[in-house]
């Protein structure tokens, strides 16, 4: 059989017989003018398409067409609106070049303005603790190039938590650099996943990112070790089930000392406390990772956001010569206290409320 024959009218493409038709955009106007589907197609066909559709067999295979492509363009439109909703929650400081620093000892800045990533660095090689977004990953190359080292030289990424902000170009730096990915057990599926079993964004296509194998499944106490930097990562869950927080020393001016770099204690817009039946230890977890994050000696307070800790304030005061900016186990102590504060008010709220048992 003879493919469908091609009508032009301004920008649209209208195939007739099959049937394949796009409208315009103008053409959503002819609703408020046309009673009937059958009224505007004849409107918009004798307008433009000289197209003849008194004949019952041709005006049957038109009024279907018609119907199929309304049900094609509103599926269309609520995708659009849906992704566009969806991109738009992304903070432009997210992508935003911060310049990068030197923390103290071995331990280096090399994130944007929103989303921290860290740099250890070693003889042997380096480590990189979150990969961000993948528009992210060219911003954290020239970071880690415009210190001295090679990006190439990465030899361990660690991650945070399994969400799109954090780990979504892990694929990306893996390919460049050959690097090891180690990821806390119970964010290992998320990961694998590319993001699609996370309890909260798993249906939510533009959280989603690519999915990365990971090489090393790391376990609560867990130590990572590249040359003489020792890494500790601390199982802090709630925001993500194997939300991660990690501990380390480093060595400045004479003196060792304690830094910790925050996973997330933060309850995400949306979030179920009570009756979350895709995480039913939610509430639990959150208590469990309190009482993780209390028990760590703090001196540099460090996190996966730099506003938890302030970052822009601190680096600020670092630029002016405050060589210790950054060491705040005061701030540190505040902030977790102000972020249990917070989840705990939620819980009540939820509680009272009686949430509904879903996710």
């Known amino acids: 059989m003879a493919g469908p024959r091609r009508y032009r009218s301004g920008f649209c493409t209208v195939a007739l017989v099959d049937f394949i038709l796009v409208q315009p955009y103008d053409s959503l106007r002819l609703s408020r003018d046309c009673a009937t589907p059958n009224e505007r197609l004849q409107k918009r066909v004798s307008a433009n398409w000289s197209i003849n559709v008194t004949q019952p067999n041709m005006r049957?295979?038109?009024?279907?067409?018609?119907?199929?492509?309304n049900a094609l363009l509103g599926t269309l439109l609520a995708v659009i609106v849906f992704t566009g909703c969806a991109a738009a929650q992304n903070d432009p400081a997210w992508t935003e070049p911060f310049p990068p620093?030197?923390?103290?000892?071995?331990?280096?800045?090399?994130?944007s303005k929103g989303l921290a990533n860290y740099l250890i660095t070693t003889p042997q090689g380096h480590i990189l603790i979150n990969s961000d977004l993948e528009a992210n990953v060219p911003l954290i190359r020239a970071s880690v190039e415009k210190l001295g080292f090679k990006f190439t030289d990465i030899r361990i990424l660690l991650i945070s938590h399994a969400h799109w902000d954090h780990d979504a170009g892990s694929a990306m730096i893996k390919q460049i650099t050959g690097a090891r990915y180690m990821v806390m057990d119970a964010d290992v599926p998320v990961v694998e996943s590319g993001g699609k079993s996370d309890f909260q964004y798993g249906n939510t296509p533009a959280n989603l990112y690519p999915p990365t194998k990971v090489d090393r499944v790391l376990h609560d106490g867990d130590e990572v070790k590249l040359g003489d930097a020792v890494l500790v990562g601390h199982l802090t869950p709630g925001h993500t089930k194997g939300c991660t927080t990690w501990t380390m020393k480093v060595t400045e001016g004479?003196?060792?000392?304690?830094?910790?770099?925050?996973?997330s204690p933060n309850v995400n817009p949306g979030y179920r406390l009570v009756g979350n039946t895709l995480y039913p230890g939610i509430a639990?977890?959150?208590e469990r990772m309190?009482?993780?994050?209390?028990?760590?000696?703090?001196?540099?307070?460090?996190?996966?956001?730099g506003n938890y800790f302030d970052m822009e304030t601190k680096y600020a005061r670092f630029q002016a010569g405050v060589t210790t900016a950054f060491i705040d186990p005061d701030g540190y102590k505040k902030?977790?206290?102000?972020?249990?504060?917070?989840?705990?008010?939620?819980?009540?709220?939820?509680?009272?409320?009686?949430?509904?048992?879903?996710?």
Do not use: M
Not at 290 to 305: I, Q
């Open 335 to 359: 902030y977790v206290t102000e972020r249990k504060q917070a989840f705990r008010t939620e819980l009540a709220r939820q509680k009272a409320n009686g949430a509904v048992a879903r996710p």
């Open 60 to 69: 049957y295979r038109v009024t279907n067409a018609l119907r199929v492509t």
């Open 290 to 305: 309190f009482r993780v994050l209390n028990s760590l000696p703090c001196d540099y307070f460090l996190g996966a956001h």
């Open 284 to 286: 639990e977890d959150y």
């Open 254 to 263: 004479g003196q060792t000392r304690n830094v910790v770099i925050v996973g």
């Open 101 to 111: 620093f030197h923390i103290a000892g071995n331990l280096y800045y090399v994130g």
